[in-house]
């Protein structure tokens, strides 16, 4: 029976939950083929790009109802592979009702052989405020984030118990898409967000120094 450290077990963890679209530790790099986050300064961040474009432009071919454009690329983990292969959380406007939205690629840049786009979905976290009993009933607030907590972070590490009952979104500069150092959880149900407030309010957040701050109710 295999034996996993704390860093492998949270890495594979990770991977599965979120199909490979978050990984919170650099356990990728250590190992072969590993999936890792990729910083805007790199050379396959550059190739990213061309993935991105090439995944929207096919959903746009394909689709009847609704048309995307590209505002910015908010994430892209890397698995190098027989080529490589590219998971990307993407920031679009749906140009028929002008609403902003996140999505997920994964692109398969294969060798000699152009881009596969193998997920090309909305993003699991999307606000689903029409699920919720009463939509003042089920916002929780979440202050104080940091930079680096964005949606993915809120969805795939502090809701891991309720990913199945909860939207997600952290508030942006519409200019520049940085984080405005806070966000909202919505829950199907009053009794679920409740139950997330009393759990977590005061304690720590996962992989961070600081404490949850939350506030319950309409904003």
Not at 29 to 45: H, L, N, P, R
Not at 165 to 183: A, F, P
Request: charged share 25%.
């Amino acid at each position: 029976m295999a034996t996993y450290t704390f860093e492998q077990s949270e890495y594979l963890e990770d991977v599965i939950e979120s199909q490979g679209f978050y990984v919170m530790n650099d356990f990728g790099w250590k190992t072969s083929c590993g999936i890792v986050k990729i910083g805007q300064d790199s050379e396959a961040f550059e190739k990213a790009k061309k993935a991105t474009t090439f995944a929207v432009d096919k959903y746009n071919e394909k689709s009847e109802n609704s048309k995307l454009e590209l505002l910015r690329i908010m994430n892209v983990n890397f698995e190098p592979t027989a080529g490589a292969i590219y998971y990307i959380t993407l920031e679009v406007v749906d140009l028929s009702s002008r609403k902003i939205l996140h999505y997920q690629a994964k692109v398969w840049e294969k060798i000699n052989t152009g881009y596969k786009v193998e997920i090309f979905r909305l993003a699991p976290y999307a606000p689903k405020l029409s699920e919720c009993e009463e939509e003042k009933h089920c916002c929780v607030k979440v202050n104080n984030l940091q930079d680096w907590m964005d949606e993915n972070y809120l969805y795939y590490k502090c809701c891991y118990t309720f990913k199945k009952l909860v939207s997600v979104e952290v508030i942006r500069n519409k200019e520049t898409g940085k984080s405005m150092g806070y966000g909202f959880l919505w829950f199907k149900t009053h009794s679920k967000a409740m139950e997330f407030l009393k759990k977590n309010e005061g304690k720590q957040m996962p992989n961070s120094s600081q404490n949850y701050s939350l506030v319950f109710g309409k904003f």
